[in-house]
């Protein structure tokens, strides 16, 4: 496992903020995502579109602000990118961007939308965001199925990057299904906070779902 770096994360509640990448592109956290982006693009092969998932232990660990901010900085290098709110069960990407969760990921699966109906363009170039959608009763069966695998292909198609904002990998079973689906997985921690055996047991859980583990951002308030 490889540490890609430390991120100091201020715990606060509107967009500009939690998007530190955008509105303070030469800030120390900035730098930091550049960092992080740059270590990811190294650790991949030569592959021109790639999808990535981004988790943690448990919840509250900065995950959604870190997949967010990443998101950014990535589409800020020119690549295309398609940033997707996986976590059903506690959605967050739609406040961060402050857009319309009305239609999203879970439309797009259940057929009640195409994905170029889902998608949200942001106001940051090369930057795009799939909400999680409809509230469901089966978060684990519909991220398990063929539709989504079929839209996570066509999304590579599209985008040079893709990356996920999954559930926290030691609550969702569903988090398990879609890192084996990625081409990696970054493991997001918080100082001080994710105990040593959560962390552990995650790296286990990532294993046997025989997941690409890039390796670990630890956020330090």
Same mark, same amino acid.
């Given at each position: 496992?490889?540490?890609?770096? &430390?991120?100091?994360?201020?715990s +606060?509640?509107?967009?500009?903020?939690?998007?530190? @990448?955008?509105?303070?592109a030469?800030?120390?956290?900035?730098?930091?995502?550049?960092?992080?982006? @740059?270590?990811?693009? &190294?650790?991949?092969?030569?592959?021109k579109?790639s999808?990535?998932?981004?988790?943690s232990?448990?919840?509250? *660990?900065?995950?959604?602000?870190?997949?967010?901010?990443?998101?950014?900085?990535?589409?800020?290098?020119?690549?295309? +990118?398609?940033?997707i709110?996986? %976590?059903?069960?506690?959605?967050?990407?739609?406040?961060?961007?402050?857009?319309?969760? *009305?239609?999203?990921?879970?439309?797009?699966?259940?057929?009640?939308?195409?994905?170029?109906?889902?998608?949200?363009?942001?106001?940051?170039? %090369?930057?795009?965001?799939?909400?999680?959608?409809?509230?469901?009763?089966?978060?684990?069966?519909?991220?398990?199925?063929?539709?989504?695998?079929?839209?996570?292909?066509?999304?590579?198609?599209?985008?040079?990057?893709?990356?996920?904002?999954?559930?926290?990998?030691?609550?969702?079973? *569903?988090?398990?299904?879609?890192?084996n689906?990625?081409?990696? +997985?970054?493991?997001?921690? *918080?100082?001080?906070?994710?105990?040593?055996? %959560?962390?552990?047991?995650?790296?286990r859980?990532?294993?046997?779902?025989?997941? %690409?583990?890039?390796? +670990?951002?630890?956020?330090?308030?």
């Open positions: 496992m490889k540490l890609l770096i &430390f991120n100091k994360r201020k +606060v509640d509107n967009r500009k903020i939690h998007l530190i @990448t955008y509105s303070n030469d800030s120390v956290i900035s730098d930091q995502f550049r960092t992080i982006r @740059t270590n990811i693009k &190294f650790l991949m092969d030569e592959k579109n999808v990535f998932l981004i988790t232990p448990g919840v509250g *660990e900065g995950k959604s602000t870190t997949a967010a901010n990443l998101a950014v900085s990535i589409a800020q290098q020119k690549d295309s +990118v398609l940033l709110d996986a %976590n059903l069960r506690e959605p967050v990407i739609q406040d961060i961007f402050q857009i319309s969760n *009305e239609t999203g990921l879970t439309n797009v699966l259940e057929g009640s939308a195409i994905l170029d109906q889902a998608i949200s363009r942001t106001d940051i170039k %090369n930057l795009d965001v799939l909400t999680s959608g409809t509230s469901v009763l089966n978060p684990t069966e519909i991220l398990g199925s063929d539709v989504m695998m079929n839209l996570l292909n066509e999304a590579s198609t599209r985008y040079n990057v893709v990356l996920i904002d999954s559930p926290t990998i030691l609550s969702s079973t *569903e988090t398990r299904v879609l890192a689906q990625c081409e990696g +997985v970054v493991l997001v921690l *918080e100082h001080g906070k994710t105990e040593l055996e %959560n962390a552990i047991e995650s790296k859980i990532l294993e046997l779902a025989h997941a %690409n583990l890039l390796g +670990v951002i630890i956020n330090d308030k």
